[in-house]
């Protein structure tokens, strides 16, 4: 009944505008210093928090997948309690507790009823300072890590993204698979497990945002009795700055299917760097405003070629890309390829125009209140904004960074960052007339 109660009060729950956010920091001793939105008009506390250098990027060579094998475990079972215990009682408060590793972070993400905050907090905490890794949930969450790289490797998408990955952060970090491999989660022991955790889940790095109905006192008292057990200092392995350098051409995955996954992309730019917004305005108009986009029209609506197609500009801590994918038959699959280079080309050598521009703003000042729709969104931009470095104003001050982007901005970030004669293309189908050029990472 918690559970449900729970759920129908995230369903009602309604999003607050971005500009009326009142963003507090609560510096808690011993643990650092959180961002907090209070919102007592619901009985519900979201909390997400990140662990900095912390992400798959740290996995042991030859055993990738330590970061992901590690955050399966986190919730089956932490202090006196095991897998069965631990799970019975979020169960039993309605608590819901998750775990995740990216490349440069592992999150957590908490939701609790107001009334059963203590004993959420108090979980959470000892989930991260007190894992059990006990032998049954270490084998039991490896045999899940299985079958999802089982699944992944018959999922057209998943193989073109680690294939493209592969080629274009070779002998980095970035370019080994987050999942792991058969080979490499069996070579995953427990103390290697340990180990991970020990060493990347401290406060020192730690990120913290708190929504909902509670104080700043009281969320001073909570996190200081979630994390306060936790180590001071996390020892990351260094991961070097990189550069995304995939080999310009085609590889293509032969597949018998009907149509072919396309992933596609080159370097990109990092989230601190100037022309940031001036690359998300003109990646609006080149691919990534839905059906507002260039390559939408073309591709998809003039032409019919497509299922779906996008990109956009991803940073890393250590590495910027420019990544987009399309789904297309396999007998078209050349014809898609040719105009989204041909499209590319246009938008570095004549720009956008006075109209994609201002449509580009409009979306993207309009649409920024939707990543505050509810208490999760909410912790899960905060967490966000302060892994980029930002202070709580940001949230006021972001629209203003986008109207700011003019016309010259676009079209010189066009020739700056689009080389569409660089691009990697990664194939996976059968596609008619589209052979491999450079061989497979």
Do not use: C
């Amino acid at each position: 009944m918690k559970r449900l109660i729970l759920a129908l009060i995230v369903l009602l729950a309604g999003a607050l505008p971005a500009q009326a956010l009142d963003i507090q920091t609560v510096d808690v001793p011993g643990v650092g210093t959180a961002w907090l939105v209070e919102n007592h008009s619901l009985p519900i506390i979201a909390v997400q928090l990140a662990f900095r250098n912390a992400g798959t990027a740290q996995d042991p060579q030859a055993k990738e997948g330590t970061a992901t094998f590690v955050a399966g475990l986190l919730n089956e079972g932490a202090g006196d309690m095991d897998a069965a215990a631990f799970q019975q009682r979020l169960e039993e408060l309605a608590i819901e507790m998750s775990f995740a590793a990216e490349r440069d972070e592992s999150f957590a993400v908490m939701k609790t009823l107001t009334e059963n905050r203590r004993e959420a907090f108090r979980l959470l905490g000892l989930a991260l300072s007190q894992p059990r890794f006990d032998a049954d949930a270490i084998e039991r969450v490896r045999q899940q890590l299985f079958a999802a790289v089982a699944q992944a490797e018959q999922t057209p998408s998943a193989v073109a993204a680690k294939r493209w990955y592969a080629a274009a952060f070779a002998g980095h970090p970035y370019g080994r698979p987050k999942e792991g491999s058969v080979d490499s989660l069996k070579a995953i022991t427990r103390d290697d497990l340990r180990a991970f955790a020990a060493s990347h889940f401290a406060r020192g790095s730690l990120v913290i945002a708190i929504v909902g109905d509670v104080t700043p006192e009281e969320a001073k008292a909570l996190l200081g009795q979630a994390f306060g057990a936790l180590p001071e200092k996390a020892t990351p392995a260094p991961v070097a700055e990189v550069k995304a350098s995939p080999p310009a051409g085609i590889e293509v995955v032969n597949r018998p299917i009907p149509q072919s996954t396309i992933v596609f992309g080159h370097t990109g730019i990092k989230r601190d760097d100037p022309d940031w917004y001036a690359a998300q305005v003109m990646n609006y108009t080149l691919g990534g405003g839905g059906f507002s986009s260039r390559l939408v029209n073309e591709v998809r609506e003039k032409r019919g070629l497509a299922y779906y197609i996008y990109t956009i500009f991803a940073p890393f801590d250590h590495a910027g890309i420019m990544l987009g994918s399309v789904g297309t038959q396999n007998e078209r699959a050349a014809e898609s390829m040719a105009i989204i280079g041909t499209e590319i080309t246009k938008m570095r050598d004549g720009g956008a125009t006075e109209a994609e521009l201002a449509l580009a703003k409009k979306y993207l000042t309009g649409s920024y209140p939707l990543s505050f729709a509810s208490s999760g969104k909410i912790a899960g931009e905060l967490v966000a904004l302060q892994l980029d470095g930002f202070a709580p104003d940001f949230v006021a001050k972001r629209n203003a960074y986008i109207e700011a982007v003019t016309l010259d901005d676009v079209n010189r970030v066009a020739k700056r960052l689009l080389s569409p004669e660089n691009l990697h293309w990664v194939v996976v189908g059968a596609p008619d007339g589209v052979a491999s050029t450079v061989p497979a990472k």
